[in-house]
């Protein structure tokens, strides 16, 4: 029996998993490490953070695993968009800049005066500029810290640095790099005219891989302080959201997933590369080599019940603490026991603006139809069903774009109830599935590391055999068609409140 071994650098923890070839995980290990927020609105880690908790969660699943059997090969998924820069030598410059720091508004916009404007971005790198995205954060080093950024010789994206540090390649991969802004994502290369406008060296950046290529091999001295031999094969990996689908099968047209955690994300299969003329979603490389995926970013879905438990239902938090309950288990059985539709109270659940399919970040949060007869049960029901309409918004989206799905996979908060994802089943209006994947973007990561030493072929073939389907919800027909109808309202309310929102942020 084959054992392969994951490692996902997240921004709170790294997670190691080892599993073997059936998709049986036999041990896993998380390491956090902390987070800095140097000023409002930037986000900051330290690489070496990354690196040393890696190894400490490698060896703990190592040792959790028993030694089994010997590790065959290794695949690495991380957090999206950060930018690790070294020097010549391959040391860490400063801390790196992450997916969730906003200080680069000013560098969006010399992104686009430098690119001639928002249309002929997409053109060049297929997506719209984003705060998160990679590119403004390299413009930012160098427009704010011009002698850190001269001394630049390497950036890689976080899971990259660990290959680095793994194998001592510097090596990138398809998936990750759609997200900087810097790669054609139509020949799945290094965009030379983005980089010629923004006058940046192509040599700063590393050579692209697929996620199951080979990219380098453990080195001696790494092997040492992990525990395992050296020269094991180190796959292409990818970014978390592209592990995250692949270690729930979204590995072939007709199957999409919806990924309910703080933020919501939408993720659909491609096999041609199709672009959003207005950048409503992103147009990202697939794992699988020479495919592509859609995906959207709500960045308040699980955030914005999170904040109307921890504001709203200090009871409930009580009781479900003295009954050893979840508290989001009693919340949601009282929003099940609401109307559909809450009698007419409707949530924006834009809690900390928005990315797709609304790029603003001015955009807020709101209840819409607030009567007497509303208490918290309802106000609960309107928030599950507006964050759920808020995914619907980008499913529609795709739709339009021919990339819809006859099934829908769910992951994160909300699969976890029962209600919740009977309620995604309506309001997509497709059946929807979960799967005995629960090690996220680690578990895509190992399938990964398994194709690239030769388990399987390819990663349909991986998830065939390592990804089983558990449970299942059809949409109610009668549900559905009620559904359809309270969407329909939902879908008007943030353009008549865009102008309104923009108003209210520069109050202040």
């Known amino acids: 029996m084959a054992n392969l071994l994951g490692i996902d650098i997240g921004t709170s923890a790294v997670k190691a998993i080892i599993g073997n070839d059936r998709g049986a995980i036999l041990s896993q290990a998380e390491v956090a490490y902390p987070l800095f927020i140097p000023r409002p609105g930037w986000s900051e880690q330290n690489p070496e953070d990354w690196w040393r908790a890696s190894v400490k969660a490698v060896r703990r699943a190592l040792a959790g695993a028993g030694g089994k059997a010997p590790i065959l090969g290794i695949g690495l998924s991380g957090q999206m968009h950060g930018s690790v820069f070294l020097d010549r030598g391959g040391r860490v410059i400063r801390n790196a800049i992450l997916w969730n720091d906003q200080r680069t508004r000013a560098e969006c916009g010399e992104i686009l005066r430098r690119a001639g404007g928002p249309r002929r971005v997409l053109r060049m790198v297929a997506n719209p500029v984003f705060t998160g995205f990679t590119a403004p954060k390299i413009l930012w080093l160098r427009n704010h810290e011009p002698r850190n950024f001269s001394r630049v010789r390497r950036i890689l994206l976080p899971k990259d640095y660990l290959r680095f540090r793994l194998t001592g390649e510097f090596a990138g991969e398809m998936s990750d790099a759609s997200g900087t802004l810097l790669l054609d994502v139509a020949r799945r290369e290094w965009s030379r005219p983005m980089l010629a406008k923004?006058?940046?060296?192509?040599?700063?950046?590393?050579?692209?891989?697929?996620?199951?290529?080979?990219?380098?091999?453990?080195?001696?001295?790494?092997?040492?302080?992990?525990?395992?031999?050296?020269?094991?094969?180190?796959?292409?990996?990818?970014?978390?959201?592209?592990?995250?689908?692949?270690?729930?099968?979204?590995?072939?047209?007709?199957?999409?997933?919806?990924?309910?955690?703080?933020?919501?994300?939408?993720?659909?299969?491609?096999?041609?590369?199709?672009?959003?003329?207005?950048?409503?979603?992103?147009?990202?490389?697939?794992?699988?080599?020479?495919?592509?995926?859609?995906?959207?970013?709500?960045?308040?879905?699980?955030?914005?019940?999170?904040?109307?438990?921890?504001?709203?239902?200090?009871?409930?938090?009580?009781?479900?603490?003295?009954?050893?309950?979840?508290?989001?288990?009693?919340?949601?059985?009282?929003?099940?026991?609401?109307?559909?539709?809450?009698?007419?109270?409707?949530?924006?659940?834009?809690?900390?603006?928005?990315?797709?399919?609304?790029?603003?970040?001015?955009?807020?949060?709101?209840?819409?139809?607030?009567?007497?007869?509303?208490?918290?049960?309802?106000?609960?029901?309107?928030?599950?069903?507006?964050?759920?309409?808020?995914?619907?918004?980008?499913?529609?989206?795709?739709?339009?774009?021919?990339?819809?799905?006859?099934?829908?996979?769910?992951?994160?908060?909300?699969?976890?109830?029962?209600?919740?994802?009977?309620?995604?089943?309506?309001?997509?209006?497709?059946?929807?599935?979960?799967?005995?994947?629960?090690?996220?973007?680690?578990?895509?990561?190992?399938?990964?590391?398994?194709?690239?030493?030769?388990?399987?072929?390819?990663?349909?073939?991986?998830?065939?055999?390592?990804?089983?389907?558990?449970?299942?919800?059809?949409?109610?027909?009668?549900?559905?068609?009620?559904y359809d109808r309270l969407y329909r309202p939902f879908g008007k309310l943030y353009e008549s409140l865009r102008d309104n929102f923009r108003e209210i942020a520069e109050l202040g």
């Open 198 to 482: 923004l006058d940046l060296d192509p040599e700063l950046l590393p050579p692209i891989f697929e996620s199951t290529e080979v990219s380098g091999r453990l080195s001696a001295s790494a092997a040492k302080l992990l525990g395992l031999p050296p020269g094991v094969p180190v796959a292409g990996g990818g970014g978390d959201q592209a592990m995250g689908a692949v270690g729930n099968g979204i590995v072939k047209k007709g199957v999409a997933s919806a990924t309910i955690g703080t933020s919501g994300v939408i993720f659909s299969h491609t096999d041609r590369m199709e672009t959003e003329p207005r950048g409503r979603v992103h147009t990202f490389c697939h794992a699988v080599p020479g495919t592509w995926h859609l995906m959207s970013c709500m960045l308040s879905a699980g955030g914005m019940l999170e904040w109307f438990v921890k504001t709203l239902c200090r009871e409930e938090a009580r009781r479900a603490a003295e009954s050893g309950r979840n508290v989001y288990d009693l919340v949601a059985a009282a929003a099940a026991r609401a109307p559909a539709g809450a009698g007419g109270l409707y949530c924006l659940p834009y809690l900390t603006g928005e990315r797709t399919p609304h790029s603003d970040p001015d955009a807020r949060a709101c209840f819409i139809g607030l009567t007497p007869g509303h208490d918290k049960a309802w106000l609960a029901r309107s928030v599950i069903e507006g964050v759920t309409f808020g995914m619907r918004d980008s499913l529609e989206v795709m739709r339009s774009l021919g990339a819809g799905a006859t099934t829908m996979r769910l992951s994160g908060g909300g699969a976890k109830s029962r209600f919740w994802s009977r309620l995604q089943a309506d309001i997509y209006g497709v059946e929807v599935e979960i799967t005995n994947s629960t090690a996220g973007s680690a578990f895509g990561a190992l399938l990964t590391g398994g194709v690239g030493a030769g388990v399987w072929r390819s990663l349909p073939e991986a998830c065939e055999a390592a990804i089983r389907v558990v449970r299942r919800f059809s949409p109610d027909r009668k549900s559905q068609a009620e």
